[in-house]
């Protein structure tokens, strides 16, 4: 089983910055793709970011040239920088981590997410 910890999370004023950070810990293999999703209040979830294996990364277009998602592969963390935010980026922000347990197959784990409130 694979636990993710998210932190960073807050209330900043439109055109601040966030750093979330998310650790995966347990019986790990191998972690594959690593993604950041967000979910504003009566909205679907949406991906906003996605990083592969191989440091391949996509982005939301709402958040294209902003954001930043990256990973530090020896400690199994993804982080998302978040720079010129705006109230739109208001939303709980979840990560995604696929990953292949130690004699197991791949599977799909969320964190607990974190609220990012952008508010003056």
């Known amino acids: 089983q694979v636990q993710l910890v998210e932190s960073g999370g807050g209330l900043v004023q439109p055109g601040g910055s966030l750093r979330l950070s998310c650790a995966a810990s347990?019986?790990?293999?191998?972690?594959?793709?690593m993604a950041w999703y967000r979910q504003a209040p009566g909205k679907q979830r949406e991906r906003v970011a996605v990083?592969?294996?191989?440091?391949?990364?996509n982005y939301a277009d709402s958040v294209k040239d902003r954001f930043t998602i990256s990973r530090d592969n020896a400690k199994n963390t993804v982080y998302l920088q978040m720079n010129s935010l705006k109230p739109e980026d208001t939303a709980v922000y979840y990560c995604n981590v696929w990953s292949t347990p130690v004699g197991g197959l791949p599977l799909s784990s969320w964190g607990q997410g974190t609220q990012v409130t952008v508010s003056s």
């Open positions: 347990g019986s790990i293999f191998s972690i594959n793709a």
């Open positions: 990083i592969s294996s191989d440091g391949s990364t």
